[in-house]
């Protein structure tokens, strides 16, 4: 194999009350890249289409996380050249830079023979996400690898799970088009937090958690709730409190902040209770005056996906 192309989902982290733990994957939204391998030793970015990034690959999270992965090959022979299809954009809080990772380092290694599992490559994509956000998460680009639901019960040493999917599980997304960048929506967040507010979050996460293997929606319903990191993110995104109500009244089993923002994810039961929940979400944004994007998704159980090879 000489060449691959590739479908890089969208993921969502956080899930309302997993802050850095939690994330999803998203089925119908997400960058395409190609990789091909060369003969000129190292990694290149030739093209990027959609968005205006770096080229160069030390700048370049791709980049990046492929080259960690050929350091810890210790392969300096190998030659890739890289293309991104960018239709995720940096800071709408759906996952952007964890495309681009994710994608670069599952195609390098299905053209190296796969001497890596998918697991395993989690570690190379979160050095792409330290690039973007000076964080090395991995709530992002879990869910884009495995598929479906993750847990990320460590990052040293990294240890992620992979969880159940209810069959029915449908998210909505609206990103506005402003950009909050993942960084700075870090560094407003608190660095210390009463034990009462605590318990409740990770009574919150152990729900959510249960809700997912024994596909209770209401449960599911009942745990999506944030007491740490929605309080203090949502005041960078208009209209915010206003889209979770109407969300509600159409039918939602909840919703919160995607990601870092300012992208609002509402997760339901049912596709039809998903286009509803967008059509409230349009309600209100037009009444805003904010351009968005709508996105409506099955949760992806595969996650990155081969489209040609």
């Not at 000129?40 to 093209?47: A, C, D, N, S």
């Not at 490559?121 to 993750?150: C, Q, R, Y």
Request: proline letters at 4%; hydrophobic letters at 40%; glycine letters at 10%.
């Amino acid at each position: 194999m000489k060449e691959i192309k590739l479908f890089c989902p969208g993921t969502i982290a956080n899930v309302s009350c997993g802050f850095d733990v939690l994330g999803l994957c998203l089925d119908t939204t997400g960058d395409e890249m190609i990789i091909r391998k060369v003969d000129t030793p190292g990694v290149k970015i030739t093209k990027i289409v959609g968005q205006d990034l770096p080229l160069a690959t030390e700048k370049n999270v791709a980049g990046v996380a492929v080259l960690a992965m050929l350091e810890k090959l210790n392969n300096t022979t190998d030659g890739f050249e890289i293309e991104i299809y960018k239709n995720i954009k940096p800071g709408s809080g759906i996952g952007s830079s964890a495309a681009s990772s994710t994608g670069a380092v599952y195609g390098v290694n299905e053209l190296l023979g796969k001497p890596f599992n998918n697991h395993d490559l989690i570690e190379f994509a979160m050095k792409g996400e330290e690039l973007a956000s000076g964080v090395p998460h991995a709530d992002n680009v879990a869910p884009a690898l495995l598929g479906g639901f993750t847990l990320v019960r460590s990052t040293t040493p990294l240890d992620v799970i992979k969880l159940n999917t209810p069959s029915l599980l449908y998210a909505t997304v609206i990103h506005p088009q402003i950009e909050v960048k993942t960084a700075d929506a870090r560094q407003i967040l608190k660095s210390k937090l009463r034990l009462k507010t605590a318990i409740t979050q990770w009574g919150n996460i152990g729900a959510l958690v249960s809700a997912l293997y024994t596909e209770d929606y209401d449960l599911l319903s009942r745990s999506l709730h944030d007491e740490i990191v929605e309080p203090i993110r949502s005041i960078l995104i208009p209209a915010f409190d206003k889209v979770k109500e109407e969300c509600k009244n159409a039918g939602a089993l909840g919703s919160g902040i995607s990601g870092s923002g300012p992208s609002i994810f509402a997760l339901s039961k049912g596709e039809e209770t998903a286009h509803k929940v967008a059509e409230a979400m349009k309600a209100v944004y037009d009444k805003v005056g904010v351009s968005y994007d709508i996105h409506i998704s099955k949760i992806n159980d595969q996650g990155i996906k081969i489209l040609e090879s």
